[in-house]
DNA sequence: TGTAAACCCTACTAAACCGATAGGATATAT
DNA sequence: ATATATCCTATCGGTTTAGTAGGGTTTACA
């Protein structure tokens, strides 16, 4: 299940993405317009400029805008950064893998095999589609 | 991430699939075969019989055997019985929906949208690949 | 240059979940 | 009877999650 951090980010970009071009939204007015706890939201954003979605400007008349244009920014980088990999197992992420401490051999495991056929599909699904595409699908 | 019950419980799937015909088996010997702590296993399969996949053999001689023929057990069901919703969100699950309790309206929700695109993909992956499939690829 | 607005950072907390363990109740083959 | 095995409930430490608190830093602007 996607965390509340994952979706509240989503929500957020979609929102800055509907009204860009008004130079840089405050934290409080995506936080009311979305429902979002200011606090948390607050740390959400901050993790999306780390991960170089955003960017923001201090001060009177601050706020957050965007590093990236939202049509170069697949849904699968902003997934990713809120909630880390995509994959089920570890074995078979492109990004974050890890050897499974379980698995004595990844060529022979069932779990393997099946998990990367679905972080696959997956993956087909969240990189094709921009954060942009997703925002005018909402606005129509 | 699948956690370590659905992982342990796949493991022991296979395992008794790939040792049919034998009678039932004990969660002894699935324990130490896959290194699975013997009381986490025992919950894990207790889950499966529940769920109709499994069924048992108390006391002498007792263990667990299917219910159902593994050819007839896509890997869906198994996951869904171990770690509940496919779906990332609730409001695109099949088996397990539930309304975002954040989310105004359905129909023009990004998220809900994308999810479900990601739930079909998914979810036909998994129903296609059944128990004894699975089994099979290991062995050979 | 003072001040309000806004981001930045660290720490904390309550609740839920996860993996594992403990101990006993129940059933059964021999 | 007794050993073997499933069944059931309860508990526990650790981690994650969602949210809160409080203060620090930067900046626009009067």
Redesign the interface.
Known sequence: ??A?KT?YG??AL?YLCSRSNNGPIPISVIAEAE?ISHKFLESILLTLKKGGILTSKKGKNGGYYFLKNPKDIP?AEIIRLLSG?I????CVSLNFYEK?D?CPDEA????N???L??RD??L???KQ?SLYQ??Q??NK
Chains 1, 2 share one sequence.
Do not use: F, Q, Y
């Not at 022979?108 to 779990?111: E, Y």
């Open positions: 299940m996607l509340k979706k989503i929500k979609t429902n849904m990999p994959a089920m197992v570890p499974c379980d022979t495991c069932g779990i095999r099946l998990m056929e679905v599909s997956t087909k699904v969240l589609k997703l925002t699908e909402i």
